[in-house]
């Protein structure tokens, strides 16, 4: 596993110093686990990754694709925030969520099925969302994006998929290139880059990336899990700036002991803008 490091205005050792000893650590118990890292300082040419560009199972992580796909909608008119889904029984998938819960028929707006889908990574809300925008906006927006490692290729099921199934992918370094997008306003418009920062804001899952976050330093971001998968992307803000990090592993044995990784590795990252 390589690193490699950008430009020299931030000091990047301790997150290299993290990215090793987490790989360490899964060597020890499974030796072809991945720890993939990107970072990248937000206004600066400045970034360190290591193992960042092979495409990996994308898990909920793709959903950041599918959200801008949302605010690019809503930019040009042809969706709002206030627009009506109804909730169906076909709609229903299992997993992460709670809309399965819910009654059939509920009308939802736009704008909370995108916070369902963030905050506590709903699948029914994606599958509604992406029903809405359709598969070729969430295409054109890693074309646009330059995300030459992602691709939506199916609905959320809420399991892994199946021998013979599409798989859903993306990089580290490509979810870091997203979310600096996000961050200098070009993802989408301006107004729509802020809706879509002040979602990740309000992101619930706390347990990897921002766990152990250092005081004065805000996460905004997106989480993904599967069996054998962990993964967490995010905006760190601190008094020094931003900084994109994505972290994508596979193969760690414990799925704590991948959050605690993830966390350190996220708190290291901080160390550039705390």
Not at 126 to 154: I, K, P, Q
Not at 235 to 254: E, F, I, S
């Amino acid at each position: 596993m390589g690193g490699d490091r950008g430009s020299d205005s931030a000091d990047w050792t301790p997150l290299a110093t993290a990215v090793a000893a987490a790989v360490a650590a899964a060597a020890d118990q499974h030796p072809e686990a991945t720890v993939a890292v990107a970072a990248r300082r937000i206004g600066t040419d400045d970034g360190w990754a290591r193992d960042a560009a092979p495409p990996l199972p994308a898990a909920s992580t793709i959903k950041l694709a599918v959200l801008l796909a949302v605010a690019r909608a809503i930019d040009t008119g042809r969706l709002t925030q206030t627009d009506l889904v109804p909730l169906t029984a076909g709609a229903k998938v299992p997993g992460s969520g709670v809309l399965t819960a819910l009654h059939d028929g509920l009308p939802l707006t736009v704008g909370d099925l995108a916070y369902l889908m963030v905050a506590i990574s709903d699948n029914t809300a994606s599958n509604l969302l992406l029903d809405a925008v359709g598969t070729d906006a969430v295409a054109a927006v890693a074309a646009d994006l330059g995300l030459g490692a992602t691709a939506l290729r199916r609905r959320f099921l809420g399991r892994a998929p199946g021998p013979g199934d599409p798989e859903n992918v993306t990089s580290a370094a490509d979810l870091a290139a997203l979310l600096a997008a996000v961050a200098e306003d070009r993802a989408a418009s301006p107004d729509g880059c802020a809706w879509v920062r002040d979602l990740l804001g309000r992101q619930q899952h706390r347990d990897r990336l921002a766990r152990d976050l250092p005081p004065g330093v805000d996460f905004a971001g997106k989480s993904g899990s599967l069996p054998g998968l962990a993964h967490d992307a995010g905006l760190l803000t601190g008094p020094r700036g931003t900084v994109a990090v994505a972290v994508l592993t596979r193969g760690l044995p414990d799925p704590y002991a991948a959050d605690a990784a993830i966390g350190a590795i996220g708190r290291a990252a901080a160390g550039a803008i705390a």
